[in-house]
């Protein structure tokens, strides 16, 4: 226990230790890692159909142009589909593909994390695992955005981060 609570040092630890037990669960053990800004654009497409890069951006907390050239190798590999909007012509709209849908959402999205925490904390027994995992599962149903489990009600939307440039220009001033 931290005396005083938690501190922000643990909890960026934290949040990174719980990224790569993330990606470990999702990927099938003869698969090399994928980068985990590729992870988080796929996953974030994937919930927010007709999005776009700027959109996602802000949502994921990644550099603009990291997301761009994501997009872009998503496109090429056939993962995701872009359009042009249909009311702002300057804007381009992303979607997932059926196939990569089902291939994120249904498989690989909705693989248990119980073996990647096994691997991730070898000295925990499995009690302490299960113990673990369903403290991570009550945390996930606090998340904005999520649904509830009980009543199936979505919560509302995670807070944006906000535009570092938009920063930048409001310092500016």
Not at 2 to 16: D, E, N, Q, S
Not at 100 to 118: F, K
Not at 131 to 152: F, I, K, M, R
């Amino acid at each position: 226990m931290y005396p005083g609570g938690m501190t922000a040092g643990a909890l960026f630890r934290l949040a990174r230790l719980l990224r790569e037990v993330a990606l470990a669960a999702a990927r099938d053990s003869d698969e090399p890692p994928a980068p985990p800004g590729l992870v988080s654009v796929t996953d974030d497409i994937a919930h927010h159909d007709g999005t776009t890069v700027g959109e996602i951006a802000a949502r994921t907390g990644l550099a603009q142009s990291l997301v761009s050239k994501t997009v872009a190798r998503l496109r090429e590999a056939g993962v995701v589909n872009a359009c042009v909007d249909a009311t702002d012509r300057r804007r381009t709209r992303i979607t997932i593909t059926d196939t990569a849908r089902s291939q994120v959402l249904a498989t690989r999205g909705a693989r248990t994390v119980t073996r990647a925490l096994h691997d991730c904390f070898p000295s925990l027994s499995a009690e302490r695992v299960a113990e673990v995992e369903a403290l991570l599962e009550q945390l996930v149903t606090e998340l904005p955005g999520q649904q509830d489990p009980a009543s199936g009600t979505p919560a509302s939307d995670p807070p944006r981060h906000q535009d570092t440039r938009a920063r930048r220009t409001r310092k500016a001033r």
